[in-house]
């Protein structure tokens, strides 16, 4: 298994550039989340989601959006990028059930100028 | 929503010494406690977790002690080995649907010094 996995793992994106944050996981998981990490902040879950076709917001959603269409795929969107949204960004998964080890991709480091 | 503290933030310790890392959380429904080390430009990685019916929990050199009254648990390093230096994040959350979510504290970086 690849286990989690992300692309890009860095971009530059100029005020006001859209794009996309693309998360897969090969493991079977029901259950996925978004974090963004900044320095000394620890990780703030920006969203998160149960099973395909179920989102809901985490703690910082505001200036994202997200899908998931299929169990594998739970990609993170960026419409209108700004400074605050420079940061490194983490996809994890887990799966329900009792095996609570939440798995982190490899993170994709943004920087908005 | 849950709140997760951590302290402190840095700790520097002599190769072969123990550390300790504790943290607080806020709501008692939480029964998940995780410890994730990362280090540097690297992915978080689980390294010990503890439920709440159970009090400690060790795996080799690492343990990890609850205090479910008190609502803290610590993260217990011993013989600490330079490749333990990295940051340690502590974090708390239910177990499904929602309450799977888990909320992080800020991170400690913890210096073994050779």
């Known amino acids: 298994n690849a286990g989690v996995t992300q692309t890009p793992k860095f971009r530059i994106l100029k005020i006001g550039q859209s794009m996309t944050l693309q998360c897969t996981q090969d493991?079977?998981?029901?259950?996925m989340y978004w974090y963004r990490q900044d320095p000394g902040m620890g990780l703030k879950l920006i969203y998160y989601s149960v099973g395909a076709g179920i989102t809901d917001k985490g703690e910082v959603p505001n200036g994202y959006n997200v899908s998931r269409s299929t169990t594998e795929d739970f990609p993170l969107r960026l419409e209108l990028a700004a400074p605050s949204q420079t940061s490194v960004y983490f996809c994890?998964?887990?799966?329900?059930?009792?095996?609570?080890?939440?798995?982190f991709g490899p993170g994709t480091r943004l920087t908005v100028t | 929503g849950e709140n997760v503290e951590q302290h402190p933030s840095t700790l520097s310790v002599q190769e072969g010494d123990s550390a300790v890392i504790k943290c607080t959380y806020s709501d008692s429904a939480s029964n998940y406690f995780p410890w994730y080390k990362q280090e540097l430009g690297k992915r978080p990685q689980l390294i010990i977790d503890?439920?709440?019916?159970?009090g400690e929990k060790k795996d080799q050199r690492i343990a990890v002690t609850l205090n479910k009254t008190a609502k803290h648990f610590s993260l217990h390093i011993t013989e600490t080995q330079p490749e333990d230096s990295a940051v340690y994040f502590c974090?708390?959350?239910?177990?499904?649907?929602?309450?799977?979510?888990?909320?992080f504290g800020k991170g400690i970086t913890l210096s073994v010094r050779p």
């Open positions: 974090a708390a959350s239910g177990d499904t649907g929602a309450n799977s979510k888990l909320t």
């Open positions: 994890a998964s887990r799966k329900p059930g009792q095996i609570y080890e939440q798995y």
């Open positions: 493991m079977n998981h029901n259950y």
């Open positions: 503890i439920r709440s019916n159970v």
